[in-house]
T-cell receptor
Framework: NAGVTQTPKFRILKIGQSMTLQCTQD?????MYWYRQDPGMGLKLIYY???????DKGEVPNGYNVSRSTTEDFPLRLELAAPSQTSVYFC????FGQGKTQPQHFGDGTRLSIL | AQTVTQSQPEMSVQEAETVTLSCTYD???????LFWYKQPPSRQMILVIR??????QNATENRFSVNFQKAAKSFSLKISDSQLGDAAMYFC????????????FGKGTHLIIQP
């Protein structure tokens, strides 16, 4: 199993450009998450999803959009890139069932620079 | 909102010695999970150990163990027989029991292993 796969691994954008960070998981997890990690900081939650068609905002959602059309995929879209969005982005997934949440599995991250 | 505090930005230990990383958290919930994640220079997020709040017994995974003090809201990680491969950033994280939202992370502790 590949686990959680993120693409691309590295990208440079110009201010005002748009892009989509891709995330797919093959573990049949119902919950998926997007985090960002700024230098010297822990991860902060951007958006999460509890299943196909259901998404909700996390701590830092401004400037981002998400969709969840399938169980496997959870893309993150930046519409108008700003320097403040320079960060490392992590996608994660987990399984929730029988009242318990299993630990989150993380992708390898996407390093995004906005210049 | 929950908060996680790691008061040690950096720790250094001699190879084969024991080191303890500190973490405190603030919550009004009774059902939650606590985690330690390791992030080596490759930036992968690797689960080290997990503790369920309702379990009084401290979790152990090989050389890694925790000291979970629920009343004090303290969750420290002890690494025994430190190895060069343990060098990394270590993040303490909190998750609401049964909650759909994501992890709340501390700022991390940079662990240096001296040969």
């Amino acid at each position: 199993n590949a686990g959680v796969t993120q693409t691309p691994k590295f990208r440079i954008l110009k201010i005002g450009q748009s892009m989509t960070l891709q995330c797919t998981q093959d573990m049949n997890h119902n919950y998926m998450y997007w985090y960002r990690q700024d230098p010297g900081m822990g991860l902060k939650l951007i958006y999460y999803s509890v299943g196909a068609g259901i998404t909700d905002k996390g701590e830092v959602p401004n400037g981002y959009n998400v969709s969840r059309s399938t169980t496997e995929d959870f893309p993150l879209r930046l519409e108008l890139a700003a320097p403040s969005q320079t960060s490392v982005y992590f996608c994660a997934s987990s399984y929730f069932g029988q009242g318990k949440t299993q630990p989150q599995h993380f992708g390898d991250g996407t390093r995004l620079s906005i210049l | 909102a929950q908060t996680v505090t790691q008061s040690q930005p950096e720790m250094s230990v001699q190879e084969a010695e024991t080191v303890t990383l500190s973490c405190t958290y603030d919550t009004s919930e009774s059902d939650y999970y606590l985690f330690w994640y390791k992030q080596p220079p490759s930036r992968q997020m690797i689960l080290v150990i997990r503790q369920e709040a309702y379990k009084q017994q401290n979790a152990t995974e090989n050389r890694f163990s925790v000291n979970f003090q629920k009343a004090a809201k303290s969750f420290s990680l002890k690494i025994s027989d430190s190895q060069l491969g343990d060098a990394a950033m270590y993040f303490c994280a909190y998750h609401s029991g049964g909650g759909a939202d994501g992890l709340t992370f501390g700022k991390g502790t940079h662990l240096i292993i001296q040969p």
